[in-house]
């Protein structure tokens, strides 16, 4: 199939390519070279940049794949590790792939020792994000046996590399920040309850591994495994399109993440949630919201694919009551705001107009602040989730035979060619 442009009496053929689901594209590579022109999409929201076997996402019916299973089925079923091996492999391990899969990514946690001396470069009270974009980075640094990313070897060691020391370095950005000491990772315990030890225990007692709270926080990990072409993941694609290491992509990844318009929003949702305080102010916020003139907006709220709820925001909002009642917290003023929030907003004309609905960064912060993590380290978490995604990301590109690097263009409205003036005669 092929669709036909036609522009100041030039036509040109531009081919149509279907996928397995979904929209279908308009291949518009040979535009430029046949009409001089170039598209125009900033925010690219009607642009594909790359062809993907990974995750699919249904913005319209909210539905998310990873490899084509959904969502809710890996969330209830399975556990990090193994989406892991999903994203990455493109198929559900088998049991002994699973115990080998495990087994290579918990014997990878620890970091060099001198990472330890790395992070005393930091004020205490640096923001963890910028820990995690240094550290990540700095990893190159140490790993030269696995930067050669035309090895597939080495491609999977890094990936292996970084999908076990992310939440080590995030831990230990966490123990850094709070002045505790380093917990190093124990092998004996599985990914998440690795994590969540090597974040909470102290040299003075033993730590005892919730297993409650440790299962819903590999959920969510599940939940934010990878989403398809997010602005962070095109980063991490942008970067690897270069050839620079994977480990320098992933840190990019990580900055780009950091922003409150992405994965910086739980953070900012439940400072949100925490100004707005009680329920009877949330009619002032939701007419700020609304307000074109104000630029404060619903953290939490909306999303470029999704115009129906996110499938994650449901599984997200059950497992926020899921730790409450572990923990005992029977009547949590920031839910009470949140639920009541979230049934006003859907029954408002501005928000249904705009299909706006809670998205995977609106009840987390909730859930992760009850497990005991400040604000500052909600985004740490969603970037030791993410990069999963970022990798598979990262490694399907690289494995592309078509692969160049990206090198979008312009709309040039600046000022035309003009001869220099010496200062005399400015
Ligand atoms: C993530 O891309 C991904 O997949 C990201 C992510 C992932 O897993 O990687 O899903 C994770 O980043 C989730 C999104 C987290 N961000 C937030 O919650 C921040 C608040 N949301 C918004 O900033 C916004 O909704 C975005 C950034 C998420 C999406 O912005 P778009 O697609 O560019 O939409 P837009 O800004 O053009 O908004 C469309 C309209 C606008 O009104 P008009 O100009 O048409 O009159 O909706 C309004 C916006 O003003 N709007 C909001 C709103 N979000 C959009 N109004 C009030 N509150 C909001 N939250």
Request: aromatic share 12%; net charge neutral; with cysteine.
């Amino acid at each position: 199939m092929s669709g036909t442009f036609i522009f100041d009496n030039k036509s040109v053929e531009m081919p149509v390519k279907e996928g397995t689901i979904g929209p279908s594209v308009v291949d518009i590579g040979k535009l430029y070279s046949q009409t001089g022109m170039f598209t125009y999409d900033p925010g690219f929201t009607s642009t594909a940049s790359c062809e993907s076997k990974i995750t699919y996402i249904d913005g319209d019916e909210g539905v998310l794949l990873y490899r084509g299973y959904p969502i809710d089925q890996l969330a209830e079923h399975g556990d990090f590790l193994e989406t892991c091996y999903l994203l990455l492999y493109g198929e559900l391990p088998t049991a002994a792939q699973k115990a080998d899969f495990d087994y290579t990514i918990t014997r990878h946690t620890m970091v060099h020792e001198q990472m330890a001396r790395f992070f005393q470069g930091f004020r205490r009270d640096a923001h963890p994000m910028a820990v995690m974009v240094a550290s990540v980075g700095a990893l190159s640094a140490f790993y030269h046996d696995s930067t050669d990313i035309s090895d597939p070897k080495q491609r999977m060691i890094a990936s292996m590399r970084m999908i076990a020391k992310v939440p080590t370095l995030a831990a230990m950005a966490y123990k850094y920040y709070i002045g505790q000491p380093f917990v190093y990772p124990k092998n004996d315990l599985d990914y998440t309850s690795n994590f969540l030890r090597m974040c909470f225990a102290v040299p003075c007692e033993d730590y005892k591994i919730n297993p409650v709270l440790s299962r819903a926080l590999d959920r969510i990990f599940i939940l934010h495994a990878d989403h398809e072409q997010n602005a962070s993941t095109s980063t991490v694609r942008l970067s690897g399109s270069s050839g620079a290491n994977p480990f320098a992509c992933i840190a990019a990844g990580i900055a780009c993440l950091w922003g409150p318009a992405h994965g910086g929003a739980n953070e900012a949702a439940l400072k949100m949630l925490s100004e707005i305080g009680t329920v009877d102010r949330i009619p002032h916020y939701i007419a700020r919201a609304k307000d074109k003139n104000d630029p404060f907006r619903l953290m939490g709220f909306g999303h470029r694919v999704y115009k129906n709820y996110d499938p994650r925001a449901k599984i997200m909002q059950r497992t926020t009551h899921e730790v409450l009642n572990e923990l005992g917290i029977k009547d949590d003023p920031l839910l009470d705001v949140a639920l009541e929030l979230e049934r006003i907003a859907l029954h408002d004309d501005y928000f249904i107009e705009k299909k706006l609905y809670p998205n995977i960064d609106f009840y987390s912060g909730i859930t992760l602040k009850a497990m005991g993590f400040p604000t500052t380290m909600f985004t740490v978490l969603f970037a030791v989730a993410r990069t999963v995604g970022w990798i598979a990301q990262w490694k399907e590109m690289i494995e592309d035979p078509g692969q160049k690097i990206g090198r979008p263009r312009q709309l040039y409205t600046g000022a035309p060619k003009r001869e220099y003036a010496p200062i005399g005669k400015r």
